[in-house]
């Protein structure tokens, strides 16, 4: 009969406090592969991330020559970057799929971390725990089958009576 194999080490199991580092990359074999979005389908939200910043270039430029007369430019700035939010929120929800993002990886992405560098390597910390179950899985059958073998061969009676009932 065969152990199981090792169990990998993470920062999240090994310690109780949060660490602020992804764990570090397992195997290149456990990546999940990316598929490109439509262009067309995410053009829209683009050309709207487009014009937000560019209205948030042209608030820069009226809060850096602010005077009595920009009041109202800013005011007429402020109110089309609320508009452009709201615009692109609506989008959002029409056309665009709820994605559950793991809290690891947004503590990561806050803390300037890559994110696609930090779900990769989530993702692959979770395929490495999940061949480390099934390893166990795996040996507890082993086990299993190994101990029915040595009760069949201690015990036939016994067990010949049980599997008759």
Do not use: C
Request: aromatic share 6%; no cysteine.
């Amino acid at each position: 009969m065969s152990a199981p194999p090792p169990r990998p080490t993470s920062a999240a199991s090994s310690s109780s406090a949060p660490s602020s580092r992804a764990p570090p990359p397992l195997s290149r074999t456990a990546s999940v592969p990316f598929t490109e979005p439509d262009r067309a389908a995410v053009a829209p939200a683009a050309a709207a991330v487009h014009s937000l910043l560019t209205t948030l270039t042209d608030m820069a430029r009226v809060t850096t020559h602010y005077g009595d007369a920009s009041d109202a430019k800013l005011a007429d700035t402020l109110a089309s970057y609320a508009q452009q939010l709201a615009d692109l929120d609506e989008y959002a929800r029409d056309h665009l799929m709820d994605v559950w993002v793991p809290k690891a990886v947004v503590d990561a992405v806050d803390a300037g971390a890559n994110p696609a560098r930090v779900t990769q390597n989530y993702l692959e910390s979770l395929a490495a725990e999940n061949q480390f179950t099934n390893g166990k899985v795996v040996a507890a059958g082993r086990f299993r089958s190994a101990l029915e073998d040595q009760l069949l061969a201690a015990f036939p009676d016994e067990l010949a009576a049980i599997d008759q009932q």
